[in-house]
């Protein structure tokens, strides 16, 4: 068969395709459009933050954290959030960071859990991995559409709530303390039905939580999944 004989028959879509570019485009844009609009929303949410009113038990926490990112070698100056509804303590910002604690966990939680918990949030911060975080979401915005791209973005957050813990649990010495801090806040988020995390924000109860857990305290212990 000649060249041109062999390729008639992938010659027809090729008008097709052509025609429904402009949908394919729009469609793009649309869930591009749509995810770059939630990355917004959680950058504002974050300056809200920076702008609210100080907790009455916000001085003395923020001492706590201060000792903690001394601890942690943490240069710059991680400012302390107390807020009223929000499902766990979380870490937002690069230039400027800062910790995100609800305040109901005071009268809920023993003090050393949450500075387990504080301990795990300055981790995420002394990783960078909110401008990870962002840079991987502007990923997610561009190639939405592909599925490997969602897998893969889950196993990443997940390793980095993995690392998170490790780094934690080695700068504090108390990996069975932060995994039994771990365990009560996932109880208290659902018996409470606490508000979700913003999507930029490290979560402290974020990744699979059970594994977590039992990385802390057994580590190197690989979970078998049964079928």
């Known amino acids: 068969r000649s060249p041109e004989a062999f390729a008639r028959p992938?010659?027809?879509?090729?008008?097709?395709?052509d025609a429904a570019m402009p949908w394919i485009v729009a469609l793009w844009a649309s869930g591009a459009f749509t995810l770059s609009l939630r990355m917004a929303m959680g950058l504002l949410w974050i300056q809200r933050l920076r702008a609210a009113a100080p907790h009455p038990q916000q001085t003395a926490w923020?001492?706590?954290?201060d000792a903690l990112a001394e601890r942690f070698g943490e240069k710059r100056r991680v400012v302390l959030k107390?807020?009223?509804?929000?499902?766990?303590?979380?870490?937002?910002g690069w230039w400027r960071p800062v910790g995100v604690m609800p305040a109901a966990l005071l009268s809920r939680m023993p003090t050393d859990l949450i500075e387990a918990l504080l301990a795990h949030e300055l981790a995420h911060v002394r990783r960078h991995d909110y401008l990870v975080n962002l840079l991987q979401?502007?990923?997610?915005?561009?190639?939405?559409?592909?599925?490997?791209?969602?897998?893969?973005?889950?196993?990443?957050r997940d390793e980095r709530e993995h690392i998170a813990d490790r780094m934690a649990a080695e700068v504090t010495g108390q990996p069975r303390r932060l995994a039994l801090a771990l365990c009560e806040l996932s109880e208290l988020n659902a018996a409470s039905h606490a508000h979700a995390t913003p999507h930029l924000a490290q979560a402290a109860h974020g990744g699979p939580l059970m594994s977590r857990i039992e990385q802390l305290v057994r580590p190197g212990h690989r979970r078998r999944l049964h079928h």
Request: aromatic letters at 12%.
């Open 10 to 17: 992938f010659a027809a879509p090729v008008p097709a395709l």
């Open 62 to 65: 923020q001492a706590r954290l």
């Open 82 to 92: 107390l807020v009223g509804s929000l499902a766990s303590p979380v870490s937002a």
């Open 137 to 156: 979401g502007v990923a997610e915005a561009l190639l939405f559409y592909h599925p490997v791209t969602w897998w893969l973005s889950r196993r990443i």
